[in-house]
């Protein structure tokens, strides 16, 4: 799977987007971006994922460049329960895989 | 989504015991799991990936002796911290492998606290 550089932490005040950006410069072709994030003493848990067009959900949005090699988190109104460690993984879209874990961003979201 | 079950969440041993931490998939069947540990301020490390029925395979540098796994059935897998040492200490979670669904599902995780 292909490897990601992400900023180790970032603020955002709180009621603002927060944008998580992430690196994946050797991305294949059937890679996808998935996005988990970890609040303190708790397992991760999966926000979104895509492949190369731009994904939204209930949780956040994901921007994918055209070329693939970075995209974008965004949590459109950060809240306090949203400080956690937000990690980008690249990886094919096959069942039972486990998931390599870089050092992710630790996103602090401010009163 | 999935409900992936950890017990204990925390547990405070002291050296030389051993611990036993259980992991349930609730909703569905794990042919497949995953145990994982977190050391402070760091991320997750794969530790070893269990298959229902059959032996388990280990990360390079993560004892089988020391950390064993069962995965008798399709909805239980146990992993045995055997002889714990204050080095043990740590978060262990465990993540069933979940072919059919987009993504991995995760136990809320165990601390491990070797006196």
């Known amino acids: 799977d292909a490897k990601t550089t992400q900023p180790p932490s970032m603020d955002c005040a709180e009621g603002r987007a927060a944008n998580l950006p992430c690196n994946h410069s050797?991305?294949?072709?059937?890679?996808?971006v998935y996005w988990y994030r970890q609040i303190h003493s708790q397992g991760p848990q999966y926000i979104i994922h895509g492949l190369k067009n731009n994904e939204t959900n209930e949780m956040a949005s994901l921007i994918i460049t055209e070329d693939r090699k970075s995209s974008t988190l965004i949590l459109p109104h950060a809240t306090l329960r949203d400080t956690a460690v937000y990690y980008c993984?690249?990886?094919?879209?096959?069942?039972?895989?486990?998931?390599?874990f870089g050092t992710g961003t630790r996103l602090t979201v401010i009163p | 989504g999935a409900v992936v079950s950890q017990h204990p969440s925390r547990v405070i041993c002291k050296s030389g015991t051993s611990v036993k931490i259980e992991c349930r998939s609730l909703d569905f069947q794990a042919t497949t799991m995953f145990w994982y540990r977190q050391f402070p301020k760091q991320s997750l490390m794969l530790m070893a990936t269990?298959?229902?029925?059959?032996?388990?395979?280990?990360e390079q540098g993560v004892e089988k002796d020391k950390f064993l796994i069962n995965h008798a059935s399709l909805t239980l897998s146990t992993l045995t911290v055997t002889s714990a040492h204050p080095e043990d200490s740590s978060f262990y979670i465990c993540s069933p492998g979940t072919s059919g669904y987009n993504e991995q599902f995760f136990g809320p995780g165990t601390r491990l606290t070797v006196l």
């Open positions: 050797t991305i294949s072709g059937n890679e996808y």
């Open positions: 993984i690249v990886k094919t879209q096959t069942g039972a895989n486990n998931l390599f």
């Open positions: 269990s298959n229902e029925g059959s032996k388990a395979t280990y």
